[in-house]
Structure formats: structure tokens, C-alpha cells
């Protein structure tokens, strides 16, 4: 089981970018993505959180300009960054929680992917 977390990069402030969080793999599911970001000197923030069957949460610095969607049958979760801003620049990271097949054992952990760096210019 591998989970990528993409799509970062460059942008302008008013620009938007979409992350994707990818979980590849054999018989394996996602069972919610949280997103966190760390910008800097500064400590680690939960972003946004989706969660099957559960309503999305957003810090507050981000309601209204950050969506999160899903494309399950893909294990594919995305973050959808909208007007961003220079405090929005940080390397975001992806937290799913998935269920996999180990050997004859269906099992549930948490996994930790790559972060993918975001700049956002003044």
C-alpha cells in the first residue's frame, strides 16, 4: 500500500491548485483522508478532513476557499485550493485512513504519504 499526495506547486495569490492523495495498491479502500499542512516554523495544522459517511470538516482559515472531493472507486482523494494566499504556502500533507488485505486478514491503519509543497506569491 502506497499513498502519493501531488498536484503542489507555484501559484499567484487569487489562484487556485488542486492536491490529489492517491492510494495505490491491491485490495485496498479508503475510509476518510485528512489534510494537514506545515508551513515554515510553524506547527503542523489539520487543513481539512473527510471522512466516509461523516460531514467534511475545514479550519476555519480555509472555509470557503478549500474543498475537499472524492473519487473512491479511484482511492483518490482531492483538495480543491481556491483564492489562495501567501499564508497558505506550506508542504500539505495526506493522512488516510484505509482498510487493506494482509494476506487472509482485512485490516484498517492509518498512512502517512509525502508532502507536496505549495507557494503561494504575493
Known amino acids: 500500500v502506497q499513498l502519493q499526495a501531488s498536484g503542489g506547486g507555484l501559484v499567484q495569490a487569487g489562484g487556485s491548485l488542486r492536491l490529489s492523495c492517491a492510494v495505490s495498491?491491491?485490495?485496498?479502500?479508503?475510509?476518510?483522508v485528512d489534510w494537514y499542512r506545515q508551513a515554515p516554523e510553524k506547527q503542523r495544522e489539520l487543513v481539512a478532513g473527510?471522512?466516509?459517511?461523516?460531514?467534511?470538516v475545514y479550519a476555519d482559515s480555509v472555509k470557503g476557499r478549500f474543498t475537499i472531493a472524492s473519487d473512491i472507486p479511484k482511492n483518490t482523494v482531492y483538495l480543491q485550493m481556491n483564492r489562495l494566499k501567501p499564508a497558505d504556502t506550506a508542504v500539505y500533507y495526506c493522512?488516510?485512513?484505509?482498510?487493506?488485505?494482509?494476506?487472509?486478514?482485512?485490516?484498517?491503519?492509518?498512512?502517512w504519504g509525502q508532502g507536496t509543497l505549495v507557494t503561494v506569491s504575493s
Open positions: 493522512d488516510a485512513d484505509i482498510t487493506y488485505l494482509d494476506g487472509r486478514f482485512w485490516r484498517r491503519k492509518r498512512s
Open positions: 473527510f471522512t466516509i459517511g461523516d460531514d467534511e
Open positions: 495498491g491491491s485490495s485496498v479502500s479508503i475510509n476518510g
